[in-house]
């Protein structure tokens, strides 16, 4: 038996929660699987739908910790058959007490401490006492090690990602109508947060618009920086050219980025927080859709420069401006965008998980 604890896991939305669904689906058909999963309002008919067993764990954050890790430590010393603990993040570990064979997965923000440091100290004495760390990328490896995680027991696995179903012409019509016959599509899937770096690529847009005056800027989801950048949006007269949709359904996102011709996220690193690899460049890549990625963070690992997308300079507009330029110009982005749907199939979770097969 494999026994997943997470933080992050659906109905709830994003990138993390994916992941360790992908990853829990994909080990259930090796083994039996057990998830231990924070509460989430809407969880039954979620976990009802799966064929897997979901313990659930609610209350204040600091409680709900101490009472998860009791009621894990609990199962294990119950349950002989429990062959491997796998972890979405070093804290979900550090209450757990066993022998048993540990994984923990690795992303880059949450490693991301000054060295020497209260959390440094923590983390490392987690990392360095399982048995593997799985990177998301080789950033992420890199980063984790300058923090001190030992280098050998660090294995790079990508997230990986389900093959794409067909979309419903109910859908592609809905995105065409949201497009409104404006060509020159860019579109970026993610939290409104400083790292997704939205600011710069609206400000290129203001000047894009004289070269390409039917340039579109689709923005999808919801964050802290929402209304700053709906404020910016005013400020540079592009209410007729960048759009923002949230409670967006996944068959009408995933139909806006198939009719897009470019998703754009030169993530930059702000504070801490930085892009550990960026799963949002690869469902992309699955419709054909190229990326712009930003040079900080694991984006190398997702996008191949000049071949699948572009790598840029997030701080650096001008970086940013031609390079949307340089992929609009003669529709580079359909050469992009051919190469970029070839490489999403090395992300395929029945791929993906055969590197984790190595290991357990």
Known sequence: MFLILTRNFPPEI?????LMYGLTKSLSKLNIVKVFAD?????????????????????PKLLRKYRK?????????N???VSCIIADHWKSLELIN??????CLIHSKEINHEKGSRQNKRLTNILNNVDHVISNSIFTKNLAINMGVNENKIDVINPGVDAVKEISKKDLDQAEKIFNGKSNRLITVSRFDKRKNHEKV?????????????????CIGYGDEEQNLKKLVNELNLNNHVIFLKNVETELKNALICKSNIFVMPSIIHNKSVEGFGIAYIEAAQYGIPSIGGKDGGASDAILHEKTG????????EEIYSSIDKMLKDHKYKEYGKE?????????WDKIIKSYQKIL
């Open 340 to 348: 970029a749907k070839k490489f999403s199939e090395n992300f395929y």
């Open 39 to 59: 509460y989430h309002e809407n969880y039954l008919s979620f976990d009802n739908n799966v064929n897997f067993s979901i313990e659930r764990i609610g209350g």
């Open 79 to 81: 349950n002989k058959n």
């Open 69 to 77: 890790s009791y009621l894990i430590n609990e199962f294990i010393k």
């Open 98 to 103: 066993t022998s048993k064979k540990k994984i």
């Open 310 to 317: 572009l790598i840029c300079d997030g701080n650096n507009l």
């Open 14 to 18: 994003g990138g993390m929660q994916n």
């Open 202 to 218: 609206i400000m290129a847009i203001r000047n894009l618009k004289e070269l390409y005056p039917n340039i579109i800027y689709i």
